[in-house]
T-cell receptor, first 112, second 115 residues
């Protein structure tokens, strides 16, 4: 069955450093991969989408890479800030109306 | 734009009663809505996919007679937890998509506690 793993359950880094989160998947051929941010007690908020034919996407301090050969996506937050502390979820999907499958999430903490 | 609301945000009910949760897309028409549940420190588990005017598609292991989903219009979907039990206590989140758009817009969630 399909499986999505976000390798780190929790990640703690110093403010100003680059945070790198990993998402690996097996037994699945996604058309796209998304990253969401979730704060405690709130619903997820969409951050970035990258399609299977794209290698890299950027948005302000965020960067996502997608390697369909390795079946892996990396999510980077540069110049991290305490306000970036949250749980980050990756999700895979095949079409715009289809369901997406979420990873277990990585809880990121940025210390001042 | 793309705001999704949920009501109520928190609900406490007695075992055996039914609870209805509403999910509304406030500024767009949602072709598809999804219902998830999330246990503490766990990821979102999809319960069902709902398209306006048709029956919901439930994920394996989700009892359709217990979790009734109605998607009566392009802006409203409801989830009714029937005969709730303490094990149904969880965080329920809905999301909505627009036609041709990949990202899902999530509601703020509903915390259900069954006593």
């Amino acid at each position: 069955s399909q499986k999505i793993e976000q390798n780190s359950e929790a990640l703690n880094i110093q403010e100003g450093k680059t945070a790198t989160l990993t998402c690996n998947y097996t037994n699945y051929s996604p058309a796209y991969l998304q990253w969401y941010r979730q704060d405690p007690g709130r619903g997820p908020v969409f951050l970035l989408l990258i399609r299977e034919n794209e290698k890299e996407k950027r948005k302000e301090r965020l960067k996502v890479t997608f390697d369909t050969t390795l079946k892996q996506s990396l999510f980077h937050i540069t110049a991290s800030q305490p306000a970036d502390s949250a749980t980050y979820l990756c999700a895979l999907g095949r079409s715009s109306a289809s369901k997406i499958i979420f990873g277990s999430g990585t809880r990121l903490s940025i210390r001042p | 734009g793309a705001v999704v609301s949920q009501h109520p945000s928190r609900v406490i009910c007695k075992s055996g009663t039914s609870v209805k949760i509403e999910c509304r897309s406030l500024d767009f028409q949602a072709t598809t809505m999804f219902w998830y549940r999330q246990f503490p420190k766990q990821s979102l588990m999809l319960m069902a996919t709902s398209n306006e005017g048709s029956k919901a598609t439930y994920e394996q292991g989700v009892e359709k007679d217990k979790f009734l989903i109605n998607h009566a219009s392009l802006t409203l979907s409801t989830l009714t937890v029937t005969s709730a039990h303490p094990e149904d206590s969880s965080f329920y989140i809905c999301s909505a998509t627009r036609q041709g758009i990949y990202e899902q817009y999530f509601g703020p969630g509903t915390r259900l506690t069954v006593t």
